[in-house]
Structure formats: C-alpha cells, structure tokens
C-alpha cells in the first residue's frame, strides 16, 4: 500500500514542481495532428506505485502489464498498453479497456478484445496524463503541474464523480508533454500547459475537440487525423472568411472558439466547435447538421434554419436567446413542424458564452426532422 505518507510526497513534489519555472510555448514546434500512433483500443492497468519511482521501462512493475504487454493477439488487434497511478488500486479489476471504459481483471485476453469493440454507456470522462519524468523529464516538468491544474479545476466544479484523472507512463511524443489521452473519445492531446486547464476541461466535458492541443483519435491512423485538422482549418477560415492561415487564426484566438451541442431528430448527438458572434445558422451548414439550409442567408425571407430551444420565457433560455423580432415570427409560421414555445431561426441565435455553458451543463440545441 502507499499510504497517507507516500500520498503526501506525491502532493508536496507536485507543488515543489509548480513554483519552477514551466516554459509557456512548446519544447519542439513540430505538427501535432498525426502524432499519435494508429491503434483500435487502449488496456491501462492500474498500480498503487506512484509515477516518481517508476524506472524509464516500467516492466517489471506489475505482472498484470508485463503479460499483457507482449501479448501478440492485443498488439495483431492494434491495442495498446499502459500503466497508470491510482493509489486505490486493487488486483480485481485494476485494468481499464477503453473505449468501453470497462474495468477487467486483465486475465481475459478474448475478454479485452470484446471490450475494445464496444462503446461507453455512462457520461464519465477519464483523463489520462503523461508524468513519467525518468523516461523524459519533460513529462514530469510540465505533465505534473497540469495533472494538479487539472485536479484542482475538477474539485473546484465537484466533478470528482464524473471526471477521473490519472497519471500515465510513457506514451509517446516526449517533445510534446505535457501529453493527455481523455476517453471515452480516445482523443489525443499535446503542448499542455496548466493555464490551458479550465478551456480543456470545459471542452472535453461537452464532447468537443480541444482543437489547438489535439495529436488524434482513437481509431484514427496518422493521415485521418491530419485531414481531420486540415478540414477543421478551412471550415474555420470559410466560416471567418479569413484569407491568413486558418489555424494561425485558431490558435491565436482560442479564447473566441467555445463547444456546443446539437441533436437531430432521430437523437444523434453532435459535438461542434462554433466562435463567438457567429449565428448559428453558420454553424449548421459549416457542420452538415441536420437539414439546416440558411436558404436567405439570414436575410429573414425563409425558415430554412428552423431550430428548437427551451421556451425563451424559461430563467435558462434567459441569459442567450434574444427577444423574437416581428420579422422572425413572421417567417417562423412557414417553418415545419413549427412549435410557438420553442422555435426559433438559427440566424437569429448568435454564439455567446453563456449558450456554451447551458451546453456544457447537458443543453441540447435541437434540429426539426424537416
């Protein structure tokens, strides 16, 4: 066991970290789209050994992960082992399979196949980041200072029961620590520092993609991720009607980027980025949401981006839906499926703070079937 006393040298290293000096850009400018290495799933065994007296190779630490790690049907599979720091533990079920975010004993190779093919149930979010100083002290130097950034912002919103947060071993791309893998999406991050703390948790809590640290997804091999972020920098630059680089303009305004959610009529849940001022109208068609059109281009001569909000009378609704203006109730009695509580024109509704932040809280803007 590590005990109260071993617990509180991990707490007070941290904090001794934290009054050095961490460099705020990032240690090698190198691209972080495509740097994360293609696999289909993800087995981390747990260990009460802390992430300071792990040696550069962690084999020989836990039997559990020395098995698994040479098994050839996980690695023929594309899955890859970790191994994790979690003071609580135990042998019985200390591996977690992702993305099902199953907890297994690890004996059942057949069992973690099956798992890997499988979706999370629940609404958890877990946080894996890379500490592992003695195989990169850049790990340690900014890995630790975001895991307690990170740990503090999570207590301070009373989300211990939702957001688990771990340290990791090696996981590759030391030039890019502080390194985070957050699952159930497998998403891959890099270049964290503990200021990015707050944004990259309120992101990651609406499902979105924390864009300017992003390194790739589970389930995506190297070329998939990088035209994944190339068409996030044209639909950002279109949508801005920028002519500079698009993702010069992503990271130098991040500030201006916020997440925010969308249903469709038959219930399929949509994560998007979306800047602030813009309508959403924009970000519908930018995004291929539902059957939203922008016929008029917002002119208010059509209802083609009819969407559906908590009453605008609702204490909710208060602090980001405008008032109705007279123009667009007049072409919201041509909207289909029209509902005088809830309807409203997409082009009227611009992207603010607080329309984020009913988002993050489990608001959902819906889209009509028509």
Not at 141 to 163: K, M, Q
Not at 277 to 303: F, I, T
Request: aromatic share 6%; with cysteine; net charge negative.
């Amino acid at each position: 066991m590590l005990g109260i006393r071993g617990i509180r040298k991990v707490q007070v290293a941290s904090r001794r970290l934290l009054s050095t000096k961490l460099q705020a850009e990032p240690f090698d400018a190198a691209p972080l789209a495509g740097s994360s290495p293609a696999h289909r799933g993800h087995v981390i065994v747990h260990t009460q050994i802390p992430p300071r007296e792990w040696p550069s190779k962690v084999n020989g630490l836990s039997e559990k992960y020395d098995d698994l790690v040479i098994k050839k049907e996980l690695s023929d599979a594309g899955v890859l082992v970790g191994l994790a720091f979690n003071p609580s533990a135990s042998d019985k079920n200390d591996c977690q399979v992702y993305p099902a975010m199953e907890a297994v004993d690890g004996h059942s190779t057949a069992q973690i196949l099956s798992s890997i093919n499988q979706s999370s149930q629940n609404d958890c979010v877990h946080i894996y980041v890379c500490t592992h100083g003695n195989r990169d002290c850049r790990c340690a130097e900014a890995g630790e200072p975001t895991v307690h950034s990170l740990r503090t912002e999570i207590n301070a919103r009373g989300l211990e029961d939702r957001v688990k947060l771990y340290e990791i071993s090696h996981i590759g791309g030391h030039k890019w620590a502080a390194n985070a893998i957050v699952f159930p999406q497998g998403d891959w991050y890099g270049n964290l520092r503990p200021w990015d703390s707050s944004k990259f948790l309120t992101n990651i809590l609406a499902g979105a993609i924390h864009w300017p640290h992003w390194r790739g997804r589970l389930g995506y091999d190297p070329a998939k991720a990088v035209d994944a972020a190339n068409a996030r920098s044209l639909d950002l630059e279109s949508s801005c009607g920028e002519t500079k680089d698009a993702m010069d303009a992503l990271n130098a305004n991040e500030s201006d980027i916020v997440p925010l959610r969308f249903r469709e009529s038959d219930g399929a849940v949509h994560y998007v980025d979306a800047l602030l001022g813009e309508s959403l109208m924009n970000v519908g068609r930018r995004e291929g949401l539902g059957n939203v059109e922008g016929v008029c281009d917002g002119k208010l001569e059509c209802a083609t981006c009819h969407m559906y909000f908590p009453s605008s009378d609702s204490a909710e609704a208060a602090s980001f839906l405008p008032d109705v203006r007279d123009e667009e109730d007049d072409m919201l009695q041509y909207a289909v499926g029209y509902d005088d509580q809830k309807s409203r024109l997409g082009c009227q509704i611009k992207v603010t703070p607080e329309l984020s932040h009913w988002c993050a809280k489990g608001g959902t803007i819906d889209l009509p079937k028509y």
